[in-house]
T-cell receptor, first 115, second 111 residues
């Protein structure tokens, strides 16, 4: 079975540009979350979507936005890129939202470099 | 959000047990204790989770203190493949599903 897939795996942008990152969850999973991981730090929560609705948002500026499609895939958009947006962007999927149901499944991430 | 405290790094020898501690003195009654690990150049991977009772699965065991203010992840026989950053995370047992990662414990395994 396919795990969580993310694209692109690597990309380079310049300051001020826009980027779109894509995520396909495991089949049957309805919840998708996005995390940002800066080098040397743990992942930081950006968004959670469940059944195509935003269910949680981390402490990130409005330049960050996301959406979930009817097939439960998701996009993360970042506008007006800054050097500090350089990071590994991780997508995670789960069947439901509750902590009692256990695990999130993470993709291998999209490595964004902003020059 | 309740926070966790873990040692920055630990070392282990291959094929020996490893006990990774985590303190969470401000845990609330509805917080689940989750452990994830992240191997180099990969996304985090679920290891185990529990609420009050000790838990076992094919990867590890989770020992939870009676007062729930600390827990220990136990790898019964460390392998080189277990070298990773291990994150202890408290996850609210309601509708919120996001994980709050700290810096974790970097585990090194020596052959």
């Amino acid at each position: 079975d396919a795990g969580v897939t993310q694209s692109p795996t690597h990309l380079i942008k310049t300051r001020g540009q826009h980027v779109t990152l894509r995520c396909s969850p495991i089949s049957g999973h309805k919840s998708v979350s996005w995390y940002q991981q800066v080098l040397g730090q743990g992942p930081q929560f950006i968004f959670q979507y469940y059944e195509k609705e935003e269910r949680g948002r981390g402490n990130f500026p409005d330049r960050f936005s996301a959406r979930q499609f009817p097939n439960y895939s998701s996009e993360l958009n970042v506008n007006a890129l800054l050097l500090g947006d350089s990071a590994l962007y991780l997508c995670a999927s789960s069947f439901s939202m509750g902590a009692e149901f256990g695990e999130l499944f993470f993709g291998e991430g999209s490595r964004l470099t902003v020059l | 959000d309740a926070k966790t405290t873990q040692p920055n790094s630990m070392e282990s020898n291959e094929e020996e047990p490893v006990h990774l501690p985590c303190n969470h003195s401000t845990i609330s009654g509805t917080d689940y204790i989750h452990w994830y690990r992240q191997l180099p150049s990969q996304g985090p991977e679920y290891v185990i989770h529990g609420l009050t009772s000790n838990v076992n699965n094919r990867m590890a065991s989770l020992a939870i203190a009676e007062d729930r203010k600390s827990s220990t992840l136990i790898l019964h026989r460390a392998t080189l493949r277990d070298a990773a950053v291990y994150y202890c995370i408290l996850r609210y047992g309601g509708s919120q599903g996001n994980l709050i990662f700290g810096k974790g414990t970097k585990l090194s395994v020596k052959p």
